[in-house]
């Protein structure tokens, strides 16, 4: 991520990132752009992560900024090196997944940091590391920890370059004797976020679940120390939950339940803040946004992220705006956890239609002018208006249809219906952040609905509405019925 902006992937809410957040988002990174970083940001984090713990308050961490573009360059080759020794004690198809694996980020990171251990600190005069020194590299990897957190909260990714050789480095970055090497730090703009590790992602080494690494003395017969298949986790569900268009009042009981409780939920960009209220004081919150034709998260990784969850044993919700099942690619969550044998429930939600249409208190069916309703997406994969629209059905006068997600291709949307029939005085009516405080309506029709929305530039999600039924719309504001009058030849119903 470039900078803590409202495109980027995760981080881009206005609320500060909570450490739940950090501690999931903070990825060994491999791919970095070639960016510059400013050297103020890279003084502040360093500061802020000289402010670790450290045993005896020894602070035995010693940081090396390598800028030298020889000494990086040796760096890599040593690298390089070192990754073909490491790559003999793998064979078969480990020894090729080794093969494809980045193992570091050399060819683009800027900033390059040396870390080193000083075994001779004086600070701090031996306490708590004299039963126990290694205590003083345990406070060396704090420090690093906690410059990995700030880093990522400050929008960096940071990798962790452990194949090299630690006396070459040492040598070639002219270290005492007695500075042991910790490990070499790449920092740059990430090129691209993931939720879940690029090894568990590729296949090298899933996470496993927490159970296998935690015991109990006193008050189990089980062992310290037992082994993973001693050990069985408990598999958590995940549910899908419609969050309904963005009034917290149209939420269902069901849906409240869930909310209520929930250990994690990983919401949408489009869910409204007042309904996040709902969550249970606690539970982990994950912003796993999808923003049209901005930066966003993978729906890959959105799939992994549920799975694993559950996988500890965590009651998972999926909180999506309006129906889940109703252009919320429900379909690929769902197959995903199936696959993953991982159990899972959907709670429908009021959609943004309905939303839209009740505070129109307008029928979308209507026994004279609608006997079918149907909603179709005005973007594919691509972002692009989908090829397959049957543009007979949306000229079709008996009909009422829904356009979800129209902004950017509304125009070539409308032309088209047009083009295939469509009466081009036909009313619509788009909505923008249906049934919540900041809702806006626009009374047109489809000649003029796409240009209109376009000047309105409304922020939110937009959908339209087409169709004869329309013409009966209820508005409280006279100004949008004498708009509405004009515009598709009838009068709406004064509320």
Known sequence: MASRDSENSFDGQAAPISLTQLIRWRRDVRRFKADPVPDALID??????????????????????????????????????????????????????????????????????????????????????????????????????????????????????????????????????????????????????????????????????FETRYSELGSSPSTVGASESGQRAKMGTVTLVGAGPGDPDLLTVKALRALQSADAVLFDDLVAKPILACV??????????????????????????????????????????????????????????QEAGVPISVVAGVTSAQGAAAGLKVALTHRDYARRLQFITAHDRRGHLPADIDWASVADVAATTVVYMPKRTLSELTEAAISHGLDPNMPAIAVANATRPDEQVLLSSVGKIAAELDAAHPDGPVLVMIGEALRHATTADAKEASTLASAIGGLPIAS
């Not at 090396?64 to 040593?78: F, G, I, Q």
């Not at 044993?313 to 956890?337: M, T, W, Y």
């Open 280 to 337: 249970r004081p606690g539970a982990q919150l994950i912003d796993v946004g999808k923003r049209g034709y901005r930066k966003s998260c993978k729906q890959p990784d959105i799939n992994a992220e549920i799975i694993r969850l559950a996988r500890e044993g965590l009651s998972v919700v999926r909180l999506k705006s309006g129906d889940p099942l109703i252009f919320g690619r429900a379909g690929e969550e769902i197959s995903a956890c």
């Open 44 to 209: 502040r984090l360093l500061r802020l992560a000289d402010l670790s713990p450290s045993v005896g308050n020894s602070q035995p961490w010693r940081i090396v900024n390598v800028k030298d573009s020889a000494v990086r360059a040796a760096v890599v080759e040593n690298f390089e090196s070192q990754r073909r020794k490491s790559a003999e004690a793998y064979s078969d198809e480990r020894a090729n997944l080794y093969s494809k694996l980045k193992l570091a980020g050399f060819d683009a990171a800027p900033v390059h940091l040396a870390v080193f251990c000083d075994h001779d600190a004086a600070q701090g005069h031996g306490l708590g590391r004299q039963t126990m020194p290694e205590t003083l590299e345990s406070s060396c990897a704090c420090m690093v920890t906690t410059l990995w957190l700030a880093a990522r909260e400050a929008g960096l990714g940071m990798g962790w370059v452990s194949i090299v050789d630690p006396a070459t480095i040492s040598a070639m970055l002219g270290a005492p004797a007695n500075w042991k090497f910790i490990g070499y730090l790449l920092l740059g703009w990430p090129e691209e976020e993931h939720l879940d590790p690029e090894l568990e992602r590729l296949g090298w080494q899933p996470r496993t679940p």
